[in-house]
């Protein structure tokens, strides 16, 4: 149905290597949002993805929408320390909001 | 950050106990929202709020029985809940409930029900 799965559900990683998560809907999405949740902490908005194909860049974190709007990703490249956490999708519509499983991250210092 | 702040953080109570969470923003949104979130569960929306009014209620128990008296505040009255009820319930807001905006969580009420 409207469900979206995130890969992998969790990533252990070396300091300064490079992490990806993947969103991935059956159905065409009419927008994707990306959240973190830090260890105790709550999930926190980092951006919302609207056009096909679109790419948009935080410091080391590329987000990326696919053509057919069906799955995203989230690259963060050489991790630090401060990336632990969980990184979440979010489908979006009027009064729904549908979350990922989400993947656990972890760096190993 | 305080824009969406949640009171108690911390809830223990028995099944036959009746308790309420309470949620506060102070962002001058339009939209709020309760999520439960479970070890190994993805966040799950529970009820939707705009303008003091609900707007979705996903199939959740009686035993949760939301109120909105104002656009500012949100409230999750529980009463007769269950062990599996245990849970981190999180509240959010945003500027509307199109989807479209992001929404801000506060920083949760951790319940444990024995």
């Known amino acids: 149905g409207q469900q979206v799965m995130q890969i992998p559900q969790y990533q252990h990683v070396q300091e300064g290597e490079d992490f990806t998560t993947y969103c991935n809907s059956s159905t065409t999405l009419s927008n994707i949002q990306w959240y973190k949740q830090r260890p105790g902490g709550h999930p926190v908005f980092l951006i919302q993805?609207?056009?096909?194909?679109e790419v948009k860049k935080q410091k080391r974190l590329t987000f990326q929408f696919g053509e057919a709007k069906k799955n995203s990703s989230l690259h963060i490249t050489a991790t630090q320390t401060t990336d632990v956490g969980t990184y979440f999708c979010a489908r979006s519509g009027t009064y729904k909001y549908i979350f990922g499983t989400g993947t656990r991250l972890k760096v190993l210092a | 950050e305080t824009g969406v702040t949640q009171t108690p953080r911390h809830l223990v109570m028995g099944m036959t106990n009746k308790k309420s969470l309470k949620c506060e923003q102070h962002l001058g949104h339009n939209a709020m929202y309760w999520y439960k979130q479970s070890a190994k569960k993805p966040l799950e929306l529970m009820f939707v709020y705009s303008l003091e009014e609900r707007v979705e209620n996903n199939s959740v128990p009686s035993r949760f029985s939301p109120e909105c008296p104002n656009s500012s505040h949100l409230f999750l009255h529980l009463h007769t809940l269950q062990p599996e009820d245990s849970a981190l319930y999180l509240c959010?807001?945003?500027?509307?409930?199109?989807?479209?905006?992001?929404?801000?969580f506060g920083p949760g009420t951790r319940l444990t029900v024995t």
């Open positions: 993805l609207v056009k096909s194909g």
């Open positions: 959010a807001s945003s500027q509307d409930p199109s989807g479209d905006r992001e929404q801000y």
